[in-house]
């Protein structure tokens, strides 16, 4: 979900539950977006990519799916763990180059044992 | 995995003080770019750089700012008059060929005074 100046959207699951971040982008012609993790003093982490020729994409716990007609990109974490707890970062490529990314404003995922 | 370093972690300094921050890219990299984030607020990206010269840059790099790569290692950002507002951890991120996921660094924490 979107989110206003400092209060960003907030998930809490307990270990074990499977979690799922949602990510609104806004352009249209965006053909790459990733999913980034960023602990607390560290930078983003990056965690799963996918492009715009694709609906799903799976990694090791992690899954994005990319629904291009709402432009809309969820990150779904299976058994999710005490050390997923972070906040997350939905980024879309703008233009042409795949160093230029536009991130969202992130939800902070935290992770009860 | 290989790791983007950035120097110092934190720096204070005094309003119209010139600073510079400094990366040390993943050795076989070619691609270079500063994001910032100030608290609370989305990731932004600031410039990108290749073969020694700005490939793209944002509003937000007016001409305060500067980057280079002087002795072909560090990948530098200076900001050579700070104001209040360039407060904000600012991330060096690399990629080999521009093409596939940003690694970032761990960034360096300014704060003007």
């Known amino acids: 979900g979107e989110s206003v100046g400092l209060h960003l959207p907030t998930l809490s699951v307990q270990e074990g539950d499977n979690s799922i971040i949602n990510c609104a982008y806004s352009?249209?012609?965006?053909?790459?977006f990733i999913w980034y993790k960023q602990e607390s003093g560290k930078g983003p982490q990056f965690i799963i990519d996918?492009?715009?020729?694709?609906d799903k994409r799976q990694g090791q716990r992690v899954t994005v799916l990319l629904n291009k007609t709402v432009k809309h990109l969820s990150l779904q974490i299976a058994a999710t763990q005490p050390g997923d707890s972070a906040v997350y970062f939905c980024a879309e490529k703008e233009g042409t180059s795949y160093g230029k990314l536009t991130f969202g404003q992130g939800t902070i995922l935290t992770v009860h044992p | 995995e290989p790791e983007v370093t950035q120097t110092p972690s934190h720096q204070v300094t005094q309003m119209g003080q010139e600073v510079i921050l400094r990366c040390v890219p993943i050795s076989n990299h070619l691609y270079f770019y500063w994001y910032r984030q100030i608290l609370g607020q989305k990731v932004e990206f600031l410039v990108s750089?290749?073969?020694?010269?700005?490939?793209?840059k944002s509003e937000i790099f007016d001409d305060q700012f500067s980057v280079e790569r002087p002795d072909g290692s560090n990948f530098t950002l200076k900001i050579r008059s700070t104001k209040l507002e360039d407060s904000a951890m600012y991330f060096c991120a690399t990629t080999l060929t521009g093409r596939e996921k940003l690694f970032f660094g761990s960034g360096t924490q300014l704060s003007v005074l």
């Open positions: 352009n249209s012609a965006s053909d790459y």
């Open positions: 750089f290749y073969n020694n010269e700005i490939s793209e």
């Open positions: 996918i492009r715009s020729n694709m």
